[in-house]
């Protein structure tokens, strides 16, 4: 071989171990940053990225627990759980937030802009895509295996009864806790506790194995007082008085006497419970239980209660009467123009008389009648089960004024609730108890404490109250609209004018009437209460008929026996 191509050949081989050498040293460059690369992340980076790892390929996600049914006495279901799907995702998971937005909005019918701006946002591990879904729209999303997309059983609340009780019952939430009502007053046993499922994904968002769970615990079903048939004619009756009375609102209590069970609790207007939510606060308020009026002459019952407790008179004791009477700086008068006339403490009940009431009161006195008052629970809430009840407005006896003797009485000046005088009466038809009022029945398998029971009267005077109570609904008494063939009635009307910022003559009034059936064994107490009727205001022609129809269908409905049978004539004897 000549010189030349020798040297030519060497040049080859050096060139060619240069650019070995050259990649050998590459290659233990890229082995040494890989291997130093290596014991950073497991020696020094390797907790942090462990919490990263877990974080992006597990989720926790809470299970809800199923909420309570509410049942009426019957067994009947008033408030219930339904089953719905909850749709959720991961941002960081999913591929095109745009394709994903579209078709959540198409299948669950969301806006798909606001869906959009939830899976934009990458900084998020967590968003609602959808709470409480209609589970078949739900399925329809499901079936496009989305990747980030999840699902999870839910249930959501759910009236099927829709406005029956809805003021009882009040409302559950999204998230199924109670916000008003029962609900709210018993969410503690209806909720239960929610469990907890730890889910590892892959890196398509699909659920791949279960790490953890804590199991969920349901909540406890609640059996009521209220029968769904006597509440859903209360509330049809109430209905059909403010309509034709163009009344402002209408109120209706059923009260067992000797239990305290609140067999129906209506108001009027009524609305959907299943869309609490977008009803008025004015609309949605258990008016029964909220509303503080001043009772009028219903309120009589107290003072004639007291004077006779305190053996001060008896019921024929008779009183000279005039028209009018002066009470420090105020003149009281009966509501209808008469002459000076001779009345028993019956008759003053029967006719309810203004002035014979205040003289009753006299004579009764200031500190025994603010006593009596206060005996009758009057001034406090009656401790029904039910959240927000007032507890009336009353004026402590060292405040009176030299005229409060004459306006309290009769029923001015003196603010109730409709529960607190359903209660008062209740205790004269029961013998002289006053029992606190209820609505929850049972809880689970446990009945609740007994309600608790007081005697304010003695049964002598209570069985005197409920003759003198009988003779307002017979003829020449004032509440003869609440007559029910075949039965005897013990009650008593009210009409009050509402006060307003200047005092009264604002021409508004609350008519009213409460009683008892049947007067001679007591089943059921009846109050009605309307607010603001147009026309004509007197609670023995506005609310006493609405009060029988009321009784008179619970009496046939608890197939009570008349206690009264009718003459030839048709009248009851």
């Known amino acids: 071989m000549s010189p030349p191509r020798r040297r030519r050949s060497a040049a080859r081989e050096r060139h060619v171990d240069r650019r070995l050498r050259l990649l050998l040293a590459v290659l233990v460059l890229l082995f040494a940053a890989s291997l130093g690369r290596a014991v950073w992340l497991q020696g020094v980076q390797a907790g942090s990225l462990s919490r990263l790892a877990a974080g992006q390929h597990r989720q926790t996600v809470d299970v809800p627990a199923r909420r309570g049914t509410i ?8 408030a219930l759980g339904e089953r719905a799907t909850t749709v959720y995702a991961d941002p960081r998971q999913v591929r095109s937030p745009r394709v994903v937005a579209r078709l959540a909005a198409r299948e669950l019918g969301a806006d798909e802009e606001t869906l959009l701006g939830r899976l934009a946002d990458r900084t998020r591990g967590f968003v609602y895509l959808a709470r409480q879904a209609d589970p078949e729209r739900a399925a329809a999303l499901e079936r496009h295996k989305l990747a980030g997309v999840g699902f999870l059983p839910e249930e959501r609340r759910a009236y099927p009864q829709h406005s029956l009780g809805a003021h009882v019952l009040g409302y559950a939430g999204v998230d199924n806790r109670g916000l008003a009502g029962l609900e709210r007053a018993m969410d503690g046993v209806l909720s239960g506790r929610a469990g907890e499922q730890t889910v590892v994904r892959d ?20 059996w009521l007082t209220l029968d769904h048939n006597l509440q859903a004619n209360a509330e049809a009756v109430l209905r059909e008085t403010v309509i034709r009375w163009r009344a402002r609102s209408a109120s209706a209590i059923v009260l067992d006497p000797h239990s305290g069970s609140v067999l129906a609790m209506a108001v009027s207007p009524r609305f959907d419970a299943n869309r609490f939510g977008s009803t008025p606060p004015d609309v949605t308020r258990n008016r029964a239980l909220t509303d503080v009026y001043e009772p009028g002459s219903t ?7 007291g004077v006779l407790s305190e053996r001060l008179v008896s ?15 105020r003149t009281i008068h009966d509501s209808h123009e008469r002459g000076t006339e001779t009345m028993t403490v019956n008759e003053i009940l029967a006719v309810s008389s203004n002035v014979g009431t205040v003289r009753l009161a006299q004579i009764l006195g200031r500190t025994r009648l603010a006593r009596w008052i206060d005996r009758f629970g009057f001034g406090r809430p009656t401790g029904v089960d039910f959240p927000g009840e007032e507890g009336g407005i009353v004026l402590p006896a060292e405040k009176w004024s030299g005229s409060t003797i004459g ?3 009769i029923g001015q000046g003196i603010g109730v609730t409709a529960m607190q005088m359903a209660a008062a009466y209740a205790s004269v038809a029961n013998g002289g108890v006053l029992v606190q009022p209820h609505l929850v029945r049972q809880v689970g398998p446990a009945r609740p404490a007994r309600p608790k029971r007081r005697r304010i009267m003695s049964p002598r005077v209570a069985r005197t109250v409920v003759h003198m109570l009988r003779g307002v609904v017979l003829e020449g008494g004032t509440g003869t609209e609440a007559a029910i063939p075949g039965y005897s009635v013990a009650g008593k009307t009210g009409t009050a004018e509402k006060p307003g910022p200047n005092g009264y003559g604002t021409n508004k009034y609350v008519a009213s009437f409460v009683g008892f059936v049947p007067a001679s064994k007591p089943r059921l107490v009846v109050l009605v209460t309307v607010d603001e009727p147009k026309g004509i205001i007197w609670g023995g022609v506005v609310a006493a008929p609405a009060f029988a129809e009321i009784a008179r269908f619970g009496l046939q409905y608890l197939e009570v026996p008349p206690d009264a049978p009718l003459t030839s004539a048709g009248t009851a004897r």
């Open 299 to 305: 309120f009589k019952l107290i003072t004639v209660a």
């Open 407 to 409: 306006n309290v009485p």
């Open 203 to 222: 890196p398509f968002g699909r659920a791949i194995d279960v790490v953890s769970s804590t199991p969920e615990r349901d909540g406890r079903d609640v």
């Open 315 to 329: 019921p024929s004791t008779t009183f000279e009467l005039p028209y009018s009477i002066r009470v420090a700086d």
């Open 71 to 78: 049942y009426d006495r019957t067994g009947s279901e008033l």
